[in-house]
C-alpha cells in the first residue's frame, strides 16, 4: 500500500498524464496525414504514447513506408494542432486539482519531468490555464535522452534536491515507467490507453484509473 508519507517529492508526467494532450495530438496526426494522402488508425497513434518525436518518427516510417515526408507531416500536423487547441484549449485531467491541494496541504514538493521540448510544454501548460503550477519542469532540452532512459527523473530529482528513491513518478504511459523504473523511483501508472502492456504492470507499483482515485489511495 503506498502513502504519500513515505515519499519526500512527486513528479508528474504531462501528455496524458496531467494534461489531454494526447487527444489533440492524435486529431492534428491523422488530419495531417489524411493531408498527405495517409491514414493513421487511433490504435495506431496511441502507440505513440510517452514517446520523444524522434522515436514518433521512426514510427511514422515504419507504419506510412520510407517515402513518408516527415518536414511535410511536422509542419502540418503542427499548424493542424495549433488550429485545434486555439478553438477547443487543452483539459486538465480529472483529479489533478485535487491531488495537486494535497500536496501543497502537506508541502510535498513537486514538479514536472516531460519528454517534450520546453517550448511545447510551456505552450501547452498555458492553453490549459496552469502555466504557474510548476516552478520545476524538466524537458527533453535538458537531458541528453528522453523516456525511455531514466534521464529526465534523475534530473527531476537532482533539481528537487530529494533521492529518486524517494520520489513518486507518476505516468500514463510505458516509456514513462519504463523510465521510472530504471531511474530507480517508485511509479504510478494511470493508462491513457485502454491496452496495458504486462511488462509496464510489472514495473509499477500501482495502476489507478484517474489522479482522484490516487489521491483517495495515497492520503491514508
Same mark, same amino acid.
Given at each position: 500500500?503506498?502513502?504519500?508519507?513515505?515519499?519526500?517529492?512527486?513528479?508528474?508526467?504531462?501528455?496524458?498524464?496531467?494534461?489531454?494532450?494526447?487527444?489533440?495530438?492524435?486529431?492534428?496526426?491523422?488530419?495531417?496525414?489524411?493531408?498527405?494522402?495517409?491514414?493513421?488508425?487511433?490504435?495506431?497513434?496511441?502507440?505513440?504514447?510517452?514517446?520523444?518525436?524522434?522515436?514518433?518518427?521512426?514510427?511514422?516510417?515504419?507504419?506510412?513506408?520510407?517515402?513518408?515526408?516527415?518536414?511535410?507531416?511536422?509542419?502540418?500536423?503542427?499548424?493542424?494542432?495549433?488550429?485545434?487547441?486555439?478553438?477547443?484549449?487543452?483539459?486538465?485531467?480529472?483529479?489533478?486539482?485535487?491531488? &495537486?491541494?494535497?500536496? =501543497?496541504? /502537506?508541502?510535498? *514538493?513537486?514538479? %514536472?519531468?516531460?519528454?517534450?521540448?520546453? +517550448?511545447?510544454? !510551456?505552450?501547452?501548460?498555458?492553453?490549459?490555464?496552469?502555466?504557474?503550477?510548476?516552478?520545476?519542469?524538466?524537458?527533453?532540452?535538458?537531458?541528453?535522452?528522453?523516456?525511455?532512459?531514466?534521464?529526465?527523473?534523475?534530473?527531476?530529482?537532482?533539481?528537487?534536491?530529494?533521492?529518486?528513491?524517494?520520489?513518486?513518478?507518476?505516468?500514463?504511459?510505458?516509456?514513462?515507467?519504463?523510465?521510472?523504473?530504471?531511474?530507480?523511483?517508485?511509479?504510478? &501508472?494511470?493508462?491513457? =490507453?485502454? /491496452?496495458?502492456? *504486462?511488462?509496464? %504492470?510489472?514495473?509499477?507499483?500501482?495502476? +489507478?484509473?484517474? !489522479?482522484?482515485?490516487?489521491?483517495?489511495?495515497?492520503?491514508?
Amino acid at each position: 500500500m503506498l502513502k504519500l508519507t513515505d515519499f519526500s517529492a512527486v513528479i508528474f508526467d504531462m501528455d496524458g498524464l496531467v494534461l489531454d494532450t494526447e487527444t489533440t495530438y492524435s486529431i492534428a496526426w491523422q488530419q495531417a496525414a489524411r493531408a498527405m494522402g495517409y491514414d493513421l488508425s487511433t490504435d495506431f497513434c496511441l502507440t505513440l504514447t510517452g514517446l520523444h518525436y524522434q522515436d514518433i518518427e521512426l514510427k511514422l516510417i515504419e507504419y506510412c513506408g520510407a517515402e513518408f515526408n516527415l518536414q511535410t507531416f511536422k509542419r502540418l500536423s503542427s499548424d493542424c494542432w495549433r488550429d485545434y487547441v486555439n478553438v477547443h484549449g487543452i483539459t486538465i485531467k480529472h483529479g489533478f486539482t485535487g491531488l &495537486l491541494d494535497l500536496l =501543497i496541504r /502537506q508541502k510535498i *514538493p513537486y514538479c %514536472l519531468a516531460t519528454n517534450s521540448r520546453t +517550448v511545447n510544454a !510551456l505552450e501547452c501548460l498555458e492553453l490549459a490555464g496552469i502555466k504557474d503550477v510548476f516552478s520545476i519542469i524538466v524537458s527533453r532540452d535538458h537531458v541528453q535522452h528522453g523516456k525511455p532512459e531514466p534521464d529526465v527523473f534523475l534530473k527531476a530529482a537532482e533539481l528537487l534536491q530529494v533521492d529518486i528513491k524517494r520520489c513518486l513518478v507518476i505516468e500514463d504511459s510505458h516509456a514513462g515507467i519504463v523510465a521510472a523504473s530504471r531511474a530507480g523511483a517508485v511509479s504510478v &501508472l494511470i493508462p491513457s =490507453i485502454a /491496452q496495458v502492456d *504486462p511488462l509496464t %504492470l510489472e514495473l509499477c507499483k500501482l495502476m +489507478v484509473g484517474d !489522479l482522484a482515485q490516487l489521491s483517495n489511495a495515497i492520503r491514508a
